[in-house]
């Protein structure tokens, strides 16, 4: 009785809901960690999250969302900066997506939640049709910026996600509401519900397993900058090889021909993105800087964006793109190492393992064993020593049993000429994209090194993996720089102008170098060295910055050829 005459006499009741009212919302406002941007947003989060609450009256209901989400704006911007400058496999990254990825679930859930309430007949809340469409377009905006967020980490998105965002677009599309457009906080350019509907659909026909995390951010700028070149349509043609079904809590995908078109389907295709995209190609090539869309000051990578480019122009065809070679399925064990130190130390063990190998211990001296706990092979011979024997039998193990300690083991499910297809069935936080790994099957002596090129996860939460492989087998070297630095009296050294040997790995059937990251300096030159045979090179060309190592093209300088 009370409720009913407060509500016709327009008498308020007195609430004590912590978000009830402009001062209240300030006074939050100005305690929040301003310093701490991603304990900030998890405060704002949780204060979201108690807009739902009934004794919170509809007026001040939207205004805590727009006050909290708006406030927010900032702080999510500085934090996902963290995360794209941070490597993926660091702590840091883990807890800045984790409070990224929370906070869009929670701002998503609010506003859906004020969005259906707004229009339920048992609701007091005035049906405004311009705040349903700033609920709608921000709720539709957060969950495909969780959706982002979940694949840069190589997770499946799961099936409830993808309900709430089919869920929500419909909504939209039944109030009349979802071409509407709106600015939202934080942003530069207006947007709407369809908007965010096509941008989050775009993004996952993309080949988005092959990318790393900055590729991903450039990803959603770069569908989102060219939105207006695609199409969408209701009935399949020629033009819309992709379809997504709003009645089915699952992804968007190829159209299949014998497949009956249904009535909650929408059909997809790349209109004239294609030559948008071989423009700005071309555009970023000629300036060698990105466009000011695509800039993250700080994080400049305009060979990451070029890359991603000519996949997005591949995998956008009409026809879907063939592998390159065919693959064997099969079943069986792979040895993996990840760590550029980790898979070069393997590779030295088995040399060491093979030069030991039926011969007698006193082969090998003190200081010939010493070099290949270090480099895997012998510089010159010296003198060998007593009871080396033993020795040699005792270093035949500790490499053997340190080999097992640090292998994984996956399962090989298919193969071909270049790479290796495999399930990682043990916890793999560490692993993405462009990462450095060692291979070895069954039977097989030799580690190959290989990139992970394709990285997803498959019903059970475990890692599927296809994997690049080097061409040829990876042999333990070393190269120094040949420069005018003073030799280190702390340094053994026995070539004149070499100041400091780095631990490489040499692929001679390429003519290339697998080294750490920031090794490869331009027509810089080196004195390799691999079983004791010196040869001076000069690095001509850096194929590849993947995340833990650099292939770097070497050519021999012939008149000084060892």
């Not at 702080?75 to 660091?90: A, I």
């Not at 229009?119 to 049709?129: A, G, N, T």
């Not at 965002?165 to 939209?172: D, H, L, R, S, V």
Request: proline fraction near 4%.
């Amino acid at each position: 009785m009370l409720d009913w005459l407060s509500r016709n006499l327009g008498i308020r009741k007195k609430t004590t809901h912590p978000l009830a009212g402009a001062e209240a919302l300030r006074e939050i406002i100005d305690e929040l960690p301003h310093a701490n941007g991603m304990k900030a947003i998890q405060e704002l989060g949780e204060w979201l999250a108690l807009t739902g609450r009934p004794d919170l009256d509809p007026p001040d209901r939207l205004a805590a969302i727009r006050a909290l989400d708006a406030e927010a704006a900032r702080f999510t911007r500085e934090v996902m900066f963290d995360y794209l400058s941070s490597t993926p496999t660091q702590h840091r990254a883990e807890q800045t997506w984790f409070a990224l990825s929370t906070y869009s679930g929670q701002v998503a859930d609010a506003c859906r939640s004020a969005l259906r309430d707004l229009f339920d007949v048992d609701k007091p809340m005035e049906r405004d049709k311009a705040t349903a469409t700033v609920l709608a377009a921000r709720a539709m905006a957060a969950m495909a910026e969780r959706k982002k967020l979940v694949r840069m980490r190589y997770r499946a998105v799961d099936a409830a996600l993808w309900s709430d965002f089919y869920g929500t677009y419909q909504m939209a599309e039944q109030l009349g509401i979802a071409r509407k457009s709106v600015r939202l906080p934080g942003t530069a350019a207006d947007t709407s519900a369809y908007r965010e509907f096509l941008a989050a659909i775009w993004f996952e026909l993309a080949p988005i397993g092959n990318l790393d995390h900055m590729q991903m951010e450039y990803l959603d700028r770069v569908v989102r900058e060219l939105l207006n070149f695609f199409v969408v349509r209701e009935a399949p043609d020629v033009d819309t090889p992709f379809v997504v079904d709003l009645a089915l809590s699952a992804p968007p995908h190829r159209c299949s021909r014998e497949a009956t078109p249904r009535m909650s389907q929408r059909y997809l295709g790349p209109g004239q993105v294609y030559a948008q995209l071989v423009s700005l190609a071309r555009e970023l090539r000629r300036t060698r800087a990105l466009p000011a869309f695509l800039t993250l000051e700080g994080l400049e990578g305009v060979q990451s964006a070029v890359n991603l480019i000519e996949k997005l122009v591949l995998n956008w065809s009409r026809t879907p793109p063939r592998r390159v070679h065919d693959r064997s399925e099969l079943q069986e064990r792979l040895e993996v190492v990840h760590g550029y130190r980790e898979i070069r130390r393997l590779i030295a063990g088995i040399s060491y393992l093979r030069l030991t190998e039926g011969k007698a211990g006193t082969d090998l001296s003190t200081q010939q064993r010493e070099e290949f706990s270090r480099y895997g092979f012998v510089a010159e011979q010296r003198d060998p020593q007593q009871g080396a024997d033993d020795e040699v039998a005792r270093v035949r193990a500790m490499i053997e049993a340190q080999n097992r300690q640090m292998t994984l083991e996956w399962v090989l499910t298919d193969v071909s000429d270049f790479g290796f297809g495999a399930i990682a069935q043990a916890p793999t936080q560490w692993m993405q994209v462009g990462i450095l790994l060692g291979l070895r099957r069954p039977g097989d002596a030799d580690w190959t090194a290989g990139v992970v090129r394709r990285l997803s996860r498959n019903v059970k939460e475990h890692a599927t993996v296809g994997v690049q492989r080097f061409p040829g087998t990876g042999r333990c070297a070393r190269i120094g720089a040949l420069d005018n630095r003073q030799v280190s009296v702390f340094e053994r050294s026995q070539d004149p102008g070499v100041s400091v040997y780095v631990d490489v790995i040499a692929l001679l059937e390429d003519n290339s170098v697998l080294v750490e990251p920031g090794v490869y300096i331009d027509n810089a030159r080196f004195r390799l060295v691999i079983e004791g045979r010196r040869t001076t090179i000069k690095f001509v060309q850096l194929l590849e910055r993947g995340v833990n190592f650099e292939h770097v093209r070497f050519e021999v300088e012939p008149e000084l050829a060892g």
